[in-house]
Antibody, heavy 115, light 112 residues
Framework: QVTLKESGPGILQPSQTLSLTCSFSGFSLSTYGMCVGWIRQSSGKGLEWLANIWWNDDKYYNPSLKNRLTISKDTSNNQAFLKITNMDTADTATYYC???????WGQGVMVTVSS | DVVLTQTPSILSATIGQSVSISCRSSQSLLDSDGNTYLYWFLQRPGQSPQRLIYLVSNLGSGVPNRFSGSGSGTDFTLKISGVEAEDLGVYYCMQATHAPYTFGAGTKLELK
């Protein structure tokens, strides 16, 4: 059974760095072809695919956010991570992680940026 | 960026009715590897998106076969053959052929 679960701070202040963790089970990020991605959803911008990390450590970043994003993984502990620097109120959203091609999604974590 | 235009934005249907949602892309979604990375998702109220269709027409695991996808190039369609109550929610198309991956704005399926 494949499951994913996001965790994060819930609320942070403008200019801070957001650190998110995706803890998953039922698959391994060391398996050939496997991938975990991060997606966010806000009322203002809808769904936005942010980044992917593959089994071979290849990475994809949304070009509009590339300078602020860092994706990484801990294969042995079945986790993937996303850092977003210089957070702004416009980054307030629900953040999801999903397996390859979006076939399984986590429940999402709401992140609010507010002073 | 590739723009995906979904129509209609709101779809009212009765139980058992067959409906279609269109997704038109501003660029061809045929990749140089021969694949077309066009997906369909359903987001029920209060839930995460669920993948219905991948690579235009392939049914996701556990997805009922009343859902079907078709199309090529820039024009794609999701069809539901006999709406059921559990199908209500917002449908999104998404492309992963061109960076950045982009989603359509969504089509809300509601009961008439």
């Amino acid at each position: 059974q494949v499951t994913l679960k996001e965790s994060g701070p819930g609320i942070l202040q403008p200019s801070q760095t957001l650190s998110l963790t995706c803890s998953f089970s039922g698959f391994s990020l060391s398996t050939y072809g496997m991938c975990v991605g991060w997606i966010r959803q806000s009322s203002g911008k809808g769904l936005e695919w942010l980044a992917n990390i593959w089994w071979n450590d290849d990475k994809y970043y949304n070009p509009s956010l590339k300078n602020r994003l860092t994706i990484s993984k801990d294969t042995s502990n079945n986790q993937a991570f996303l850092k977003i620097t210089n957070m702004d109120t416009a980054d307030t959203a629900t953040y999801y992680c999903a397996r390859r091609g979006g076939d399984y999604w986590g429940q999402g974590v709401m992140v609010t940026v507010s002073s | 960026d590739v723009v995906l235009t979904q129509t209609p934005s709101i779809l009212s249907a009765t139980i058992g009715q067959s409906v279609s949602i269109s997704c038109r892309s501003s660029q061809s979604l045929l990749d140089s590897d021969g694949n077309t990375y066009l997906y369909w998702f359903l987001q029920r109220p209060g839930q995460s998106p669920q993948r219905l269709i991948y690579l235009v027409s392939n049914l996701g695991s556990g997805v009922p076969n009343r859902f079907s996808g078709s199309g090529s190039g820039t024009d794609f369609t999701l069809k539901i053959s006999g709406v059921e109550a559990e199908d209500l929610g917002v449908y999104y198309c998404m492309q992963a052929t061109h960076a950045p991956y982009t989603f359509g704005a969504g089509t809300k399926l509601e009961l008439k």
